[in-house]
T-cell receptor, first 113, second 108 residues
Framework: NAGVTQTPKFRVLKTGQSMTLLCAQD?????MYWYRQDPGMGLRLIHY???????AKGEVPDGYNVSRLKKQNFLLGLESAAPSQTSVYFC????????????FGSGTRLTVV | QKEVEQDPGPLSVPEGAIVSLNCTYS??????FMWYRQYSRKGPELLMY????GNKEDGRFTAQVDKSSKYISLFIRDSQPSDSATYLC????????FGTGTRLQVFP
């Protein structure tokens, strides 16, 4: 099925460890986004990309890095995980910006202990 | 002030009820308005979107935008237990801005 695929689905990290979350889309979308979702906070944009080779900061970028080496993939990295990064992470993509709505992946549940 | 405000609920209604979900927004420049539905442990999925003011209907769902009062609504008629989910409103500048979501439970 076409859509946005996130891996892994679950992960437990120790404080200070690093990891990379992978997002892949097969809809030929130009724009891709990483959000985190926390209770009472809603969806907050971490980083986004408007095309292959481009990245930009969102609302809460600190502690995260991203890369978009291929159009279909958008990677989110945590270099030194902190308990405050415990969250559910969602990747999304869209064809041309946000006017037509985003397609979301099913999320990655990350716990940092 | 948040750009999009949404009552978090939870909202609990009996099957068959009419449900009204609401959001307010702060920036009169917003033009596109969307409603997303998110089932537990799933990603949000686009339910409806409207441009500018007016109503849009899709089956049991009606989205309404009142730009004069900066108010957006989603009405669900004949609500079903399968409608139990979190509903997020969204609007845009150069990126989507989401409300915090309203959790809806429809009980049989």
């Amino acid at each position: 099925n076409a859509g946005v695929t996130q891996t892994p689905k679950f992960r437990v990290l120790k404080t200070g460890q690093s990891m990379t979350l992978l997002c892949a889309q097969d809809m030929n979308h130009e724009y891709m986004y990483w959000y985190r979702q926390d209770p009472g906070m809603g969806l907050r944009l971490i980083h986004y990309s408007v095309g292959e080779g481009t990245t930009a900061k969102g609302e809460v970028p600190d502690g995260y890095n991203v890369s978009r080496l291929k159009k279909q993939n958008f990677l989110l990295g945590l270099e030194s995980a902190a308990p405050s990064q415990t969250s559910v992470y969602f990747c999304a993509s869209s064809y041309q910006g946000d006017n037509y709505g985003y397609t979301f992946g099913s999320g990655t549940r990350l716990t940092v202990v | 002030q948040k750009e999009v405000e949404q009552d978090p609920g939870p909202l609990s209604v009996p099957e068959g009820a009419i449900v009204s979900l609401n959001c307010t927004y702060s920036n009169s420049a917003f033009q596109y308005f969307m409603w997303y539905r998110q089932y537990s442990r799933k990603g949000p999925e686009l339910l409806m979107y409207t441009y500018s003011s007016g109503n849009k209907e899709d089956g049991r769902f009606t989205a309404q935008v009142d730009k004069s009062s900066k108010y957006i609504s989603l009405f669900i008629r004949d609500s079903q237990p399968s409608d139990s989910a979190t509903y997020l409103c969204a609007t845009n500048t150069d990126k989507l801005i989401f409300g915090t979501g309203t959790r809806l439970q429809v009980f049989p």
